[in-house]
């Protein structure tokens, strides 16, 4: 058990919805950083929050977006879901921005859009 | 800018026999070299890290790898492979003070054969 908690595990919804994606964080930990595993991306980098603040962007699309609250949990919301958007998206989290501390990954969300 | 190669998708061998997993990393700063390993429909488990001092680093499972920096190599090696190191492996850097997030590579599914 990595410590990092993400629900739901599956999800299933139609072309055109929106869903909220949610992550807490290992206990301690104030960086967050979504990643999405696809058959023909592979694994990459969304986006990264840092004690509230957004840190660093990857491939993230326009119409995806993330949060993270005060109480160090984050959501990732995907909006106008197209098909190609059917992944695993994992959260993983991390004791700080800079310094050698490693990132804990979650089990990840699977996103069926069908 | 950061990148990872890992050669061959698909690695098969014999139990007992070794384990050699390439991986090779593209940095403009010095790296921080990871290996993770993803179980079915498991999130990714870090099996070791390299951030700074001695080369060769040992991480859990028995496994183990070597930073060349004159090579751009962070090879993961397992002396004796078991039935349950069947899994994915990728291989991931990042590097840079003020961003930790990881560029993955596109991942070695290790066999093993009885």
């Known amino acids: 058990d990595s410590g990092v908690t993400q629900t739901p595990k599956h999800l299933i919804t139609a072309t055109g919805q929106r869903v909220t994606l949610r992550c807490s964080p290992r206990?301690?930990?104030?960086?967050v950083y979504w990643y999405q595993q696809s058959l023909d991306q592979g694994l990459q980098f969304l986006i990264q929050?840092?004690?509230?603040?957004?840190?660093a962007k990857g491939n993230i699309l326009e119409r995806f977006s993330a949060q993270q609250f005060p109480d160090l949990h984050s959501e990732l919301n995907l909006s106008s879901l197209e098909l190609g958007d059917s992944a695993l998206y994992f959260c993983?989290?991390?004791?700080?921005?800079?310094?050698?501390?490693?990132?804990?990954f979650g089990q990840g969300t699977r996103l069926t859009v069908v | 800018a950061q990148s990872v190669t890992q050669l061959g998708s698909h690695v098969s061998v014999s139990e007992g026999a070794l384990v050699l997993l390439r991986c090779n990393y593209s940095?403009?700063?010095?790296?921080?070299l990871f290996w993770y390993v993803q179980y079915p429909n498991q999130g990714l488990q870090l099996l070791l890290k390299?951030?700074?001092?001695?080369?060769l680093v040992k991480g859990i499972n028995g496994f183990e790898a070597e930073f060349k920096k004159s090579e751009t190599s962070f090879h993961l090696t397992k002396p004796s492979a078991h039935m349950s190191d069947a899994a994915e492996y990728f291989c991931?850097?990042?590097?840079?003070?003020?961003?930790?997030?990881?560029?993955f590579g596109s991942g070695t599914r290790l066999q093993v054969q009885p």
């Open positions: 929050y840092y004690n509230g603040e957004e840190r």
């Open positions: 993983a989290s991390s004791g700080g921005v800079a310094g050698n501390t490693e990132a804990f």
């Open positions: 991931a850097v990042s590097g840079g003070t003020g961003r930790r997030a990881l560029t």
């Open positions: 206990s301690g930990d104030l960086s």
């Open positions: 390299y951030t700074t001092g001695a080369t």
């Open positions: 940095s403009s700063v010095p790296p921080y």
